[in-house]
């Protein structure tokens, strides 16, 4: 099973035992910005901001009292944009420190930070610096590595991160990885289940053709999680920075994103590893606006808010449900809903797994004394009703056979007599 980061960025694209959504990262120069950004440079260059009505969002909110379990490569510790938003943290691959801030991996170490500041940066100054969907939410950084770069398998890793952030808080958790196959361990069930019966949004990347997901893997595979396809600036659905496939629900900018490194440095990247903590900073703000809302109807505010894109279908294959608002997702009046949208994994096991055989008995190590069964009666042997019985053959078949032989002998006798009278009456007389 591979696995791969949902991201971009030069090339940065995980191969190995477990990986992000497929990245790729370039220093930046943002867009059309000079080598050191200046004040409000790198704000503009954050198009998402005001494309997807975050900024208009944030009148009423910036996601504060929310937290947000960024379960990735970890959250760098130097950078200023994350003062005060990492508050708790946990290396689950057995390479990172026990708070989760130390970068995990020799290509994908900054993933982890890229990820976290789109979600929620608090940038540098009031209008400096890369600032994220939700800066006021809180972020927990949980650590876990890919392929050799962890001591611990990728499917465990991603358990126990799953139960750990459910246990410290988590309301929203962004999963920007994938493992290129539609399938799961059954360990997941479990793990996914316990995030939904906990009421935590499950935000994960669809991952990206760049990185070789030519469909949509798990765990964007998993009923129940809010799977984010990719877009370019213009709206369209990307070629290279995305995946699609029927499990996507919205799609969010995916190409020409901003990142903040775990050493400082601001780099741009692709995909969808970068659309998902979009994603997951507005179910923050969401989160926020509505603390009464349980997970399923955040969820469907998301969903249902979101902007049309391509076919007329009420759920496009490339876009999902369409493109994420972050303003229409706070303010709009929308129905309650009593299920998630996305689907039932309580449902899907239910009818596609199968149910646990019973236990095997045990096998006993002492021979067990059996009481020696009675001796069987002798039974008369069965005897034909045609065939003759002593008593037919004494009193029916011997008199019988007499009387018979006697009037034949009887009968013979009559006839040589006759005869003979015969014979002596045509005699000639003398």
């Not at 200046?38 to 198009?47: F, G, L």
């Not at 708790?88 to 900054?110: C, K």
């Not at 877009?231 to 020409?256: C, F």
Request: hydrophobic letters at 45%; glycine letters at 10%.
């Amino acid at each position: 099973m591979r696995r791969v980061l949902a991201c971009t960025a030069v090339a940065v694209l995980l191969a190995l035992g477990g990986a992000p959504a497929a990245s790729a990262a370039t220093p930046v120069t943002v867009p059309q910005v000079s080598a050191t950004p200046q004040p409000d440079a790198v704000r503009a260059a954050q198009y998402w901001l005001e494309d997807y009505g975050i900024r208009d969002a944030w009148a009423t909110t910036r996601g504060a009292g929310v937290r947000i379990a960024i379960i990735d490569t970890g959250i760098g510790r130097g950078p200023a944009e994350f003062d005060g938003a990492v508050v708790d943290g946990i290396d689950v691959s057995g390479a990172g420190s026990s708070d989760g801030r130390m970068p995990v991996g020799a290509v994908d170490a900054n993933h982890g930070s890229w990820v976290g500041s789109l979600a929620a940066a608090r940038g540098t100054g009031p209008e400096s610096g890369m600032i994220g969907v939700a800066p006021e939410a809180e972020l927990l950084s949980i650590s876990v590595g890919f392929g050799s770069a962890a001591s611990v398998s990728f499917v465990e890793q991603i358990a126990e991160a799953m139960h750990w952030a459910v246990d410290h808080g988590a309301d929203v958790i962004n999963l920007s990885l994938t493992t290129n196959i539609p399938d799961w361990d059954e360990s997941w069930d479990e793990a996914f289940q316990y995030a939904f019966d906990n009421d935590v949004v499950v935000v994960v990347a669809a991952g990206n053709r760049a990185s070789g997901t030519t469909k949509v893997g798990a765990p964007a595979t998993i009923p129940g999680v809010l799977t984010v396809g990719g877009v370019d600036p213009q709206g369209r659905a990307s070629v290279n920075a995305s995946t699609q496939g029927i499990t996507i629900g919205v799609s969010a900018p995916s190409e020409d994103l901003l990142g903040v490194s775990a050493d400082g440095r601001l780099v741009q990247w692709d995909g969808t590893s970068g659309a998902a903590p979009i994603v997951a900073g507005i179910a923050a703000l969401v989160r926020a606006a509505h603390p009464d809302l349980d997970a399923n109807n955040v969820i469907n505010r998301i969903v249902q808010t979101a902007r049309p894109a391509g076919s007329l279908q009420e759920r496009d294959p490339i876009y999902g449900y369409g493109l994420v608002d972050a303003a229409r997702a706070v303010t709009a009046d929308v129905p309650l809903v009593s299920q998630n949208p996305m689907g039932s994994l309580t449902e899907w096991i239910r009818l596609y797994r199968r149910a646990d055989a019973a236990p095997a008995p045990e096998q006993t190590t002492n021979p067990v004394e059996i009481a020696p069964l009675p001796q069987a009666e002798m039974q008369p042997r069965a005897v034909s009703s045609l065939l003759p019985t002593q008593d037919t053959l004494l009193y029916g078949s011997l008199p019988l056979l007499l009387v018979t032989g006697t009037a034949i002998l009887g009968a013979l006798g009559v006839t040589a007599a006759v005869r003979r009278i015969r014979s002596a009456s045509r005699a000639p007389s003398r």
